[in-house]
């Protein structure tokens, strides 16, 4: 009998507890609803199942983006698949962001390529928001990205503009054109590698070279990936060939960095009084060991020497390409450019950086082109709570693109937006430096781009040399208004076809 009452009261005290919890889901539920009720979202396109809004992307996303923001307003809410994304095309919200709610949107979405690449994206661009992310850039900003440290690089930077001239003058010799899309890119890649690791990394047999490693692994960033946008569709990653592409270029950046650090800890043994970035982050690493630490470790070392020489080679690459793309349209322009070069070199034989602070005109050609074309057009981040922004409610954890790209052509801020009119900047308090909120071709607030001095440093360099040794002609019988400008968005801002030109030596 007492053995049935037992049971009996068990059976009750469980009905009870399930009763309760069954309340407690349903009271919850409801909160839920009605708080998601509530949320003010902003407008958005009408969606379809799966692939959300990735149908409306019919050509260039930034430019999709634009129009389909001048239809809902500025502050629009698109799926990439199943990922909602807040896309943000106004200078005003943009001051919002950067100014208001700072700290809230100083995260970055980590993303499958971003992870491979970043070794789980423990880099400076990439971290999360926090105490390692302070750590990283405090390193970076002291012993690489700091004005002082820049200008103590200034001879790697002439020793690499000394190779490229030489290089444009054979080919001078043989008339020939030259991709100079190509050279670019090796050019800015052994900059980086003069101020990162104390030499130019050659190109060993069977490998690419350390600047088509970064184009490659730059491009993946930007690659549709199943897994970010549709998540239960990420097997589909293995057929379209992205998997094996990302794996690829992973493994062999980080044998290249192996390769790095290996050299540089023999040379430390061997007590060497040369101290290059990558040895600073070592001395970092050791000092983490001998206090038993996990904070930083030789991945952390590798993230860290892949993000700088990453974003500093190819993104340096792209702002010259497009600057000699739009002074080739725009012959005017280059004569102006040219005529303040030679007038400020005269009868040197080698243009020092003193010589550069000189040319007003040139620094205003080099923000025009940013204006025009910044390399990373619509940079991604991330709430860290729930905020308001623009009057609408954003969830944590919520994917934010700035379109800079139309931001930067947005006619009520931008007279005669789609012209390149490098005389706009002259004596105008619209810069980057000051991060005017309608001019911001390296972001801003917390997460913009601390390498800003470093690379505006090496395309001022190799642009002035340039221009001032050398003229410049279409091959063939090509005209300069029929160079093409068509845009591929891939992460960063590209040109479709590579720049050929022919060069001409000035006789001064």
Not at 259 to 274: D, F, P, Q
Not at 303 to 320: C, E, N, P, Q, R
């Amino acid at each position: 009998m007492d053995l049935v009452m037992l049971m009996h009261k068990s059976n009750q005290f469980y009905a009870i507890t399930v009763s309760l919890f069954l309340c407690s889901f349903l009271y919850l539920l409801k909160l839920s609803l009605f708080r998601a009720k509530k949320l003010k979202l902003p407008p958005s396109p009408p969606k379809l199942p799966i692939i959300g809004n990735l149908h409306q992307l019919v050509s260039q996303p930034h430019q999709c983006l634009r129009a389909l923001s001048n239809k809902y307003g500025p502050v629009m809410l698109f799926h990439f698949g199943t990922t909602p994304t807040i896309i943000v095309s106004s200078a005003e919200i943009v001051s919002e962001i950067i100014k208001t709610d700072g700290p809230v949107f100083s995260n970055r979405p980590q993303t499958k390529g971003l992870n491979d690449i970043f070794y789980g994206c423990t880099d400076l661009a990439f971290t999360s928001y926090g105490d390692y992310w302070t750590q990283v850039k405090k390193s970076c900003l002291l012993h690489l990205l700091n004005q002082k440290k820049v200008q103590c690089f200034e001879l790697a930077r002439g020793d690499t503009a000394a190779d490229m001239v030489e290089k444009i003058r054979d080919s001078c010799r043989s008339g020939a054109a030259i991709n100079l899309s190509e050279m670019f890119r090796t050019a800015a890649s052994n900059m980086v590698s003069r101020a990162v690791f104390g030499q130019v990394y050659e190109r060993e047999d069977g490998c690419e070279s350390i600047a088509e490693l970064s184009k490659k692994g730059v491009n993946l960033l930007g690659d549709f990936c199943f897994e970010d946008a549709i998540p239960f569709l990420g097997w589909m990653d293995g057929l379209t060939g992205f998997r094996a592409r990302l794996k690829k270029t992973s493994k062999d950046i980080n044998d290249f960095l192996d390769r790095v650090i290996e050299e540089h800890l023999k040379k430390k043994n061997e007590k060497s009084e040369t101290k290059e970035f990558v040895d600073i982050l070592l001395d970092l690493q050791k000092d983490h060991d001998m206090r038993k630490t996990t904070d930083f470790n030789r991945d952390n070392v590798k993230a860290t020497i892949a993000d700088m020489f990453l974003a500093g080679s190819d993104t340096v690459a792209l702002v010259l390409e497009w600057t000699m793309t739009e002074l080739m349209k725009n012959p005017s322009k280059m004569k102006n450019a040219q005529e303040e070069l030679r007038r400020v070199i005269g009868n040197k034989s080698k243009i020092e950086e003193s010589d550069i602070n000189q040319m007003n005109y040139l620094k205003c050609v080099i923000k025009e082109s940013l204006r025009l074309h910044p390399v990373i057009p619509m940079p991604p981040r991330e709430t860290t709570a729930s905020c308001k922004l623009g009057g609408y409610d954003l969830p944590p954890k919520a994917r934010v693109t700035i379109n800079i790209w139309a931001i930067q052509r947005d006619p009520k801020h931008w007279e005669s937006p789609e012209e390149f009119i490098p005389e706009r900047h002259e004596n105008s308090t619209v810069d980057y430096i000051n991060q005017s909120n309608h001019f911001i071709p390296f972001g801003g607030g917390r997460r913009g781009c601390p390498g800003m001095s470093f690379g505006t440093a090496n395309v001022e360099c190799l642009l002035a040399n340039l221009l001032c040794w050398f003229d410049w002609k279409m091959p063939g019988d090509a005209r300069e208004e029929d160079l093409d400008t068509s845009e591929v968005i891939n992460f960063v801002l590209r040109k479709k076809i590579p720049l050929n030109l022919v060069p001409l030596m000035h006789s001064h």
